[in-house]
């Protein structure tokens, strides 16, 4: 039976279980390190035993940093009708490779 865990990072909530891997917002730990994360909520897969935090669990969750690394190229473009007015800029997110250990 496998346990899932809601987290917080970067002011987003992300699900997750045990040895699963997530992307989330670039975090200043360095790789290989570990750290621990907000959690939100632990469940069953059966929805059993539910551990609700108001707003936080005390215990938190374990994860390695695997990687650092940039995403994909987000086009941001500006326009106006009838003025000729067009701009285009774009960016790529630093992201942090995250495997979850303990729950």
Known sequence: MATFAVIKTG???YLVKEGSEVIVD???DKEKSKIELETLMTFDEEGKTVDLGMPDLAKKVQAEVISHSK???IR???FKAKVRYRKVRGFRPFLTT???IKI
């Open 26 to 28: 670039r975090l200043g």
């Open 71 to 73: 995403g994909d190229k």
């Open 76 to 78: 941001v473009a500006r």
């Open 98 to 100: 995250l495997r979850i």
């Open 11 to 13: 002011g987003k909530q």
